[in-house]
Nanobody, 113 residues
Framework: QVQLVESGGGLVQPGGSLRLSCTASGMIFSSYSMDWYRQVPENRRELVAQIFSDSSTYYADTVKGRFTISRNNTKNTVYLQMDSLKPEDTAVYYC???????WGQGTQVTVSS
């Protein structure tokens, strides 16, 4: 049974940083590409960043240059380093195993002064 456990969300001031973590179990982590999505109420989930099994990456234009996705296959963990945070980054952030139905439980990120 695949499980994804996220951590690292919280309240941060504009311009601040947070690092999200998502630890997977029940799967061969290194074989899969991983995504981070975010969702605000009444909006659909928005793709934020992807890291493929070869560690190549993709970023949405809204976060390019501010967010960094990375992975540690030894720890079965994917990270999202978020710098220069803006109020519009406020959302629930989810990790996702690409091309599967597996999602984390979500972690709230709030950017506010």
């Amino acid at each position: 049974q695949v499980q994804l456990v996220e951590s690292g969300g919280g309240l941060v001031q504009p311009g601040g940083s947070l690092r999200l973590s998502c630890t997977a179990s029940g799967m061969i982590f290194s074989s899969y590409s991983m995504d981070w999505y975010r969702q605000v109420p009444e909006n659909r989930r928005e793709l934020v960043a992807q890291i493929f099994s070869d560690s190549s990456t993709y970023y949405a234009d809204t976060v390019k240059g501010r967010f960094t996705i990375s992975r540690n296959n030894t720890k079965n963990t994917v990270y999202l380093q978020m710098d220069s945070l803006k109020p519009e980054d406020t959302a629930v952030y989810y990790c996702h195993v690409r091309r599967t139905a597996y999602w984390g439980q979500g972690t709230q990120v709030t950017v506010s002064s």
